[in-house]
Nanobody
C-alpha cells in the first residue's frame, strides 16, 4: 500500500520559514519524481517544485524561486520543502505527489498559513 504523509505545516508570520516533509512508503522512492503542489482557497492546485533523478534534477515555480528549496533524503524515503521568506500569498494546502510512468500518488495535504 502506497502512502505519502506530509507534515510540518502551520501558522507563520510573513518573512518566516517552515520546512515541510513528505514520507513515502510502498514505492521505489528513487525512481519517482517527487513534487510539491499547493492550493489556495478558491484557486486551482499549482505546482510549486519538483525533484527527480534521485535528487539530481529540480525545478521551481517562478513565484517561489530563490525562497523555496526542494530536497530528498533517499535513505529515509522523504522529500522536503524548505520555505523561507514566506509571504501571505504562500498560504494554502500543500500536497506531496509521487509520479512514475503511469502511476501517480498524492498525500493528504498540510495547511500552511502565512499571516501576522
Amino acid at each position: 500500500q502506497v502512502q505519502l504523509v506530509e507534515s510540518g505545516g502551520g501558522l507563520v508570520q510573513p518573512g518566516g520559514s517552515l520546512r515541510l516533509s513528505c514520507a513515502a512508503s510502498g514505492i521505489n522512492f528513487g525512481i519517482y519524481t517527487m513534487s510539491w503542489y499547493r492550493q489556495a482557497p478558491g484557486k486551482e492546485r499549482e505546482l510549486v517544485a519538483d525533484i527527480g533523478g534521485a535528487g539530481t534534477r529540480t525545478s521551481y515555480a517562478d513565484s517561489v524561486k530563490g525562497r523555496f528549496t526542494i530536497s530528498v533524503a533517499n535513505a529515509k524515503n522523504t522529500v522536503y520543502l524548505q520555505m523561507n521568506s514566506l509571504k501571505p500569498e504562500d498560504t494554502g494546502v500543500y500536497y506531496c505527489k509521487a509520479a512514475w510512468s503511469m502511476r501517480t500518488y498524492w498525500g493528504q495535504g498540510t495547511q500552511v498559513t502565512v499571516s501576522s
